[in-house]
């Protein structure tokens, strides 16, 4: 049995995550500690386990063996390199850090003590993301030469989301920062890596970070992605097309199916395809039995800083108004 230790009740997840855990068999969870004492009190007594107001007193207890961090984003590095020090493995809520110092900083700590580590990219579970990836692999697109994701919702029009999301300092930044890291982290795991970055961001609420937003990348293979997300998406959306020499894909929403159209297929018309993958177990899930089995993790460190490494350098851009380059 996992024994969790809930991190804070900060991000809009947080309750989620503690209820997939519970929802596991191998796993509970049993403490809490969060930077708001208030907060995190009321929490634990809604779980039914003891709030721990000290971080290291917690970290230092041998009746917990990991943690999931749902903290403010700028406190991930510190939090995650004690809970790497103290021996816990660590589940965490996008974006790893902010900047790719910290991420490194994260790494060495996770390498160095031997803990089992899983960043939460469940987009890339979904049989619709992963027959996209799965055709993309079997040339069925031939040359890829364009994608374009975009990833929404009204949580800004319509006060669903919590205020301290538009806390630039906690957040480090808006919805690129946290809703648009999706579209960041599937075009870098479709397309390979970065070579360039240009991004638009701006504010349709007046909130002190962005809350309507696109950046665009070219790829190392010459293919471009447009990375679309928002906090004012009248009803949201979660569309995923490729374009390439010799076929393409398209989806409106995973509820509404994939479309493929290509040389090597039968006729040059869309098609649904005959099957899809199977979903892939949800990140908690694939943690938990990382932890306990030892069975692979799909989304390690690797993927955390590669997600962190195009984020900051699409505020650079739009910051600074020009292209950023990688490498």
Not at 121 to 127: G, L, M, S
């Amino acid at each position: 049995m996992l024994r969790v230790a809930m991190l804070s009740r900060w991000h809009v997840h947080a309750n989620q995550y503690a209820g997939e855990t519970r929802a596991n068999p191998d796993a509970d969870v049993v403490a809490v500690w969060d930077e708001d004492g208030q907060r995190g009190t009321a929490w634990a007594e809604e779980l039914g386990v003891p709030f721990e107001a000290d971080l290291d007193v917690l970290l230092a207890s041998d009746d917990i063996d990991a943690v999931c961090v749902v903290t403010p984003t700028n406190l991930h590095g510190d939090v995650m390199v004690r809970a790497a020090n103290a021996g816990k493995h660590i589940f965490t809520e996008k974006v790893l850090a902010t900047t790719v110092a910290d991420c490194e900083a994260i790494a060495d700590a996770v390498t160095a003590n031997g803990v089992k580590f899983c960043i939460s990219f469940p987009r890339r579970t979904i049989p619709q993301i992963l027959y996209a990836k799965q055709a993309l692999d079997e040339g069925l697109f031939g040359q890829v030469t364009a994608l374009r994701v975009r990833i929404a919702h009204d949580g800004a029009v319509r006060d669903w989301l919590p205020t301290h999301f538009y806390d630039a300092q906690a957040c480090g930044g808006g919805a690129m920062m946290d809703l648009g890291a999706h579209g960041m982290y599937l075009s870098r795991w479709l397309l390979g890596a970065p070579k360039r970055i240009v991004s638009v961001f701006n504010t349709v609420t007046g909130r002190a970070v962005d809350d309507n937003t696109v950046s665009v990348i070219e790829f190392e293979n010459g293919a471009i992605a447009v990375n679309e997300t928002s906090f004012t998406g009248f009803g949201g959306s979660y569309s995923l097309e490729i374009d390439g020499t010799e076929g393409g894909y398209r989806m409106l929403s995973p509820g509404e199916g994939v479309e493929v159209r290509s040389r090597h297929l039968d006729g040059n018309g869309w098609q649904r395809p005959e099957q899809l993958p199977q979903a892939l177990a949800k990140p908690i899930d694939q943690w938990v039995a990382g932890c306990v089995h030892g069975t692979p993790i799909e989304f390690g460190l690797a993927d955390a800083i590669q997600l962190t490494e195009l984020m900051a350098a699409a505020y650079v851009a739009d910051g600074e108004a020009r292209s950023v380059s990688f490498g």
